[in-house]
């Protein structure tokens, strides 16, 4: 973690330079060539970030800020952030969301990224059908909310022995050897909803499908 800065600056320089190199006159080949390399800059930068993230959850060092957001506006932005992605999958990505509209108290940010770390698994996963990103209220009092958020997909689902180790640090869905990814994004989902005081878990078998899902305690908006 504290190594951050001078692992991330040199990836940006590179992402940078060609940026500007795709501008210039490029024959179709050099082209290729520069978004090979751009592709797989991005692919680094978000493994390192990932690693980070998990370094600092689990050094104590990741503190959650706190900002007034709205579940609707967060289940629609997530959406909108994949909708490309599953589209060009021929995939349907949809919410669903059982709460009526309030203002909470909360690290949007992190939320945020929690959803699109099961939703970007979901379209890389599943073949046809679709995907459901749910939100629903499950408790309450008169200071706090909780809510359960829910990624359901159509993709092929899950062993017993697959769901057993899921969500340890560096496993995968369907781990042979040949998908991309590290496999730390269900296990910082699962420590960011231990974070906001919720769990994570999954309900999979194999050929019907999967529904990833955390909770997450959020405090009220107090009224002006």
């Known amino acids: 973690t504290n190594m951050s800065h001078e692992i991330r600056t040199p990836i940006g320089t590179i992402l940078g330079m060609v940026d500007l190199m795709q501008q210039e006159q490029l024959s179709p080949a050099q082209g290729q060539r520069l978004r090979h390399i751009e592709d797989a800059g991005h692919h680094l930068l978000g493994v390192i970030n990932s690693i980070l993230d998990l370094s600092k959850i689990e050094a104590g060092k990741l503190s959650l800020e706190e900002f007034t957001l709205d579940p609707h506006q967060l289940i ?101 050897g040949t998908q991309r990814g590290t496999g730390l994004g269900l296990t910082i989902t699962a420590r960011l909803a231990e974070l906001m005081g919720g769990k994570a878990g999954v309900e999979s078998e194999p050929g019907r499908g999967s529904c990833f899902w955390f909770t997450a305690r959020l405090r009220k908006a107090r009224e002006a």
Do not use: W
């Not at 099961?118 to 599943?126: H, P, Q």
């Not at 909780?146 to 057993?164: I, K, Q, Y």
């Open 76 to 176: 629609n932005e997530a959406i909108a952030m994949l909708a490309h992605q599953a589209q060009a999958k021929g995939l349907s990505l949809h919410g669903e969301i059982d709460l009526q509209p309030t203002a909470l108290i909360g690290d949007v940010t992190r939320l945020r990224q929690a959803l699109i770390n099961y939703l970007t698994n979901a379209v890389k996963f599943t073949t046809h059908g679709g995907i459901t990103l749910r939100c629903r209220l499950i408790d309450q009092d008169d200071e706090f909310v909780c809510l359960r958020f829910e990624v359901e997909d159509t993709g092929p689902g899950l062993t017993a022995a697959e769901l057993e180790r899921l969500f340890e640090p560096f496993e995968q869905r369907h781990n042979t």
